[in-house]
Every structure is written in C-alpha cells, then in structure tokens.
C-alpha cells in the first residue's frame, strides 16, 4: 500500500503559478499511475490530470491543459502539479491519488488519495 501526502497549495492571484508535490511512501511508487483530482465547494471532484508509471503518458482535463503540467520522480517517490495562467474557478481542494498499472481519468478507478491541499485563486 502508499500513503500520499499533498503540499505546495495556498492563496495566488489570478495569473499566478503554483506547485503542488505529492509525497509517497510505502509501497512500489514506480508501479503506480498517478493523478490529481479537485473538488471545489459544493462540486463534484473532477479529474485533473494523470500520468503513467514511466512518465511516458500524460492526460489532461479539457480545463487546464496548456496551463497545468504533471510530472514524477521515481527515485525521488514524488508527484507534481505545476500550475500555470491560474484562474479563480481553479479554486478547489487538490488530491493526489495512486492506482496500481494504467492510467485513468476517472476517480473510482484510485484506491488511493492524500488528504488534499487547499488552493485557493483571487481575482
């Protein structure tokens, strides 16, 4: 099993970056496809983005793509989210979650999360 740990969220203006990291620990990291997921207030949570276990695919929602970039570290048992150009409707808790074998786009298929970071974008 791997437990996830989430950082890096906080309050940016609008246009602004931030990088949120995801720490693993436990288990195979470089077995797991990884994700992140947000959920803002009184949504459902929606996929972010996703990558495989070698890196070599990455997957994006309609959303942010051009302005979100995910990436790993294997050695490292780390997973990012680099965000870019933000928005306020980007406004939203962030998870990271970890399914063993291929990628998905869709929560259900995670049997593991973090506990989320709070990103929060004023206008």
């Known amino acids: 099993q791997v437990q996830l740990v989430e950082s890096g969220g906080g309050l940016v203006q609008a246009g602004g970056s931030l990088r949120l990291s995801c720490a693993a620990s436990?288990?195979?990291?470089?077995?797991?496809?990884m994700a992140w997921f947000r959920q803002a207030p009184g949504k459902e949570r929606e996929f972010v983005a996703t990558?495989?276990?070698?890196?070599?695919?990455?997957s994006y929602s309609d959303s942010v793509k051009g302005r979100f970039t995910i990436s790993r570290d294997n050695a490292q048992k780390l997973a990012y989210l680099q965000m870019n150009s933000l928005k306020p409707e980007d406004t939203a808790v962030y998870y990271c979650?970890?399914?063993?074998?291929?990628?998905?786009?869709?929560?259900?298929?995670?049997?593991?999360w973090g506990q989320g970071t709070q990103v929060t974008v004023s206008s």
């Open positions: 990558i495989s276990r070698s890196a070599g695919i990455t």
């Open positions: 436990g288990g195979t990291f470089s077995g797991y496809s």
């Open positions: 979650a970890a399914r063993w074998g291929g990628v998905s786009s869709s929560s259900g298929g995670y049997n593991y």
